[in-house]
């Protein structure tokens, strides 16, 4: 991602990077009472891609399966739900603590691997919110962590699954504003481009080198200066912008780019 002015133009702006409208597929499955059974994620081969987001699920008459969270040194007799998340590198918790959905014990364990035999056990968690679970770790970026929601013993029922980075671990890019006459060269190259993930941003392009052909993969050739984001897909739409105007003071541009830095990169898209 490349933040950079019209013409010429430089100053101090306000990234927003965001998934418009909750874009992560919500999971809501009948739940319980209705004695209706959902196959949705039941096997660890068919999770559910999600991102950041609240999913309401329920584990009412999937199939029982003891080996599935063996990983764990853990044999079970209840149902579970199989999801996957694509890491960013940042811290990420998951949990089942909202009682006001979650009506039963459960327990939530996170693997990496393929599934079957290759699946490698992070970490399970049986009641850390009462009844509920919560399990927090360090995702490496790119890697995919397969998430199983099941039940003590053999229960089974309905929950809600929360998905969040604590304290919103992302990095915060807060550079010094223009008016101080003080440029900043944090990722203000590509091969420098600071990763980020969903967040609010600040950032400055006064005083940094001007690179007329950075943008050229977008057939557009700027003689302002630009500072550069990297951002992990997860499947799901994202919005970048620099639409809030109680920071943002000149005319920006915003560029995207998939490939790696020089001769390689593509234009995704430029506004």
Known sequence: ILVFGYASSSGTYGLTISTPSMSAP??????????APSTVGDRCNGATLVDEGYYVGSTFGL????????????SISSPGV????????MDMTVDTCDSTTTNYDT???????????????MGINDDSCGLSSSITWR????????????????SSGTYGLTISTPSMSAPSVSMTPSTSNAPSTVGDRCNGATLVDEGYYVGSTFGLPRDETEASPCSTSISSPGVWYRLIGT???????????????????????T????????????D
């Open 26 to 35: 919500s999971v809501s499955m009948t739940p319980s009472t209705s004695n």
């Open 63 to 74: 199939p029982r399966d003891e080996t599935e969270a063996s990983p764990c040194s853990t």
């Open 82 to 89: 199989w999801y996957r998340l694509i890491g960013t590198g």
């Open 107 to 121: 327990y939530i364990a996170v693997f990496t691997g393929d599934c079957g035999a290759s699946l490698r056990c």
């Open 139 to 154: 995702t490496e970026i790119g890697v995919e962590y397969k998430i199983l929601v099941f039940g003590y013993a053999s």
């Open 235 to 257: 499947g799901m739409d994202m919005t970048v912008d620099t639409c809030d105007s109680t920071t943002t003071n000149y005319d920006t541009y915003i560029a995207v780019f």
């Open 259 to 270: 490939g790696d830095c020089g001769a390689s990169l593509r234009c995704v898209g430029l």
